[in-house]
């Protein structure tokens, strides 16, 4: 009798778990060369009873996924409609520093910020995300952020699939924690749950084919060692910034928090079965994000923790027509900076060091120092090519991330990388004791006001001031340092004043440029941030209410400002 009951309830609880899943949710795609973003904050239906407070951008959790094409000049509209200030950072992304949503790019609650960019990343998978300094980690975890597809003619040519959420699975992989209220602890640096895309309990059907999983580790801390429950192979085609040489056979997959891979799964021949898509994080060490294990009751402490986990669930179902059914030989052949060509080495260390007065502990840090505002760590010139060399003495691992640009790792301890990690990539993890050097250029985009950013990407860390930034400066342009600043005259106007939709500038023939306008309503408040706006064009202001404005111009080259009044009719 006792066992009958047990197996009725192991049955009972089987079926229950089953009923469970919930569908993964597939992000919506937007397209085309103009992105309108709005990040509010929301609710969402987590659980049942209480709903959860959430942010999202055009919706109640995460945000659309963007498809660009290599080569598109994209504009982005992003409405911060918010009841904090944020900033969205285009992670990956090449572009200029004044357009990368970095800690410096500060948009205001109601404000629009229209940064714009040619694409000019190779095909691969991007996010995106706030970086409001100290914010970072709330602001990510209470949902804000989005993924982002670039498309190019070297991988649009590979026979590989990308039928969005049919073939070509977007998978953002996060955890989160929640009080007893359903509501999301925003300061918690590791989750309870799992979430893949915003779903709990994930499944999902894919076609008995080859199928591809675009994989982001949008957590905040945590590290997922990626794998299959039956241990079957896949194959990664692409690191953070585009395709690798050739398809890397693996069986397990460390990912750290903002790095992607891009990985081809074979389901010929398996309908009807499943199999999940599991993070096999009882092998972590302790010194790795997601192997460290805590006291109950502590902030750290997670129901995660050195655990093997399920991630999602995958149900094999039928063929799609002209189905992918084979794992491509070779992808691409990737020319990286060469050794001979280096114009600077850097080198970083990572770091515990305790900095402040009695009972200040140690904390991670780099170069031995706090992330400050205002202080520019390093000078790099256009078209620099640099080694960068990663030194931790830190007793904990930390994924580095730099902005501006994509790099090729050239070693680890003195080795060359393993082949999965031999692509492009903008993220890597630096284990204690360890040095990874890689090489990278800075070319295209010098502005010696806004700096970019490097730092640890798990948002804790860098809000806690684990993070450095750095100013690409093209020497043959704009102030030299030491000197007095060309005296330029305020030269420009606005026209038509009143206006109605459109605002025209004139330069009085002075073909300066413009590095920034700010419009400001007559209480200080900011509406439009525009960074480098395409004058010619004009400014479209028809979405101001009639009233009093202020442009403020910031030259180019000087950063002389000039304010000018205007009305909105
Ligand atoms: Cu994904 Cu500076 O960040
Ligand atoms: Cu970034
Ligand atoms: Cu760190």
Redesign the pocket.
Known sequence: MRKFLLAFLLLFFAIKSEAQYNTLLIPDTLSGTTFNLVAKDTIKQFFPGNQTVTAGINGNWWGPTMIFNKGDVVHINLTNKLQDSTTMHWHGMHLPAVMDGGPHQIIPPSTVWQPYWQVTNNAGFYWFHPHLHEMTEEQVNSGLGGLIIVRDAVESALPLPRKYGIDDIPLALTDRKFDASNQLVLDAPYGDSMMVNGTLRAQYNVPAQVVRLRILNGATERSYNLGFSDNRTFYVITTDGGLLNAPVPVTRYLLSSGERIEVLVSFNGQTGQSVNLMAYNSTLPAVI?GGDIFPQGTPFYNYLARKDFNILKLNVTAQTSNPITSIPSTLTTNVFPSEGSVNATRVVT?SDTTIGGPGAGPT?ILNHKFFQFNYNDYNVPLNNTEIWQLTST?T?????HIHDVEFHILTRNGAAPPSYEAGWKDVVLVKPGETVRFITKFDDYADSLHPFMFH???A???DLG?MGQFVVKNPSVGIVEGSTPVQQHAMYSIYPNPAYNKLFFNDGGTNNGIYYVRITNTLGKTMYMLPKPELQNGIDISGLPVGVYFAQVIFDKTFETQTLRFIKK
């Not at 904990?396 to 580095?400: A, D, E, M, T, V």
Request: aromatic share 18%; proline share 12%.
């Open positions: 994000p990572l991670f830190s904990f691992s930390h994924p580095f640890c990407h798990i804790l860390h860098e684990m």
